[in-house]
């Protein structure tokens, strides 16, 4: 959520009785679409996905760890 933030998709508020609220930015809300339009892909062909993962991981003999965010 803080690099959402750092990009300016979203605002971060601390409130004194709960420890933080988030909202996207209007630059955050313009993604929106995008990203529901990606999830919705990715539920279609996640077994696709998984199915290339597999023989890729076969073929590689080992595992590659998952990417990380810096």
Request: hydrophobic share 40%; aromatic share 6%.
């Amino acid at each position: 959520m803080r690099t959402l933030e750092r990009d300016g998709l979203a605002i971060r508020t601390v409130y004194p009785t709960i420890p933080v609220e988030y909202e996207l930015t209007d630059l955050g809300r313009s993604a929106s679409d995008l990203l529901r339009a990606i999830g919705v892909w990715s539920g279609e062909h996640a077994d696709e996905v998984i199915a290339a993962r597999k023989a890729y991981d076969e073929r590689a003999g080992k595992p590659v760890e998952p990417v990380r965010s810096v």
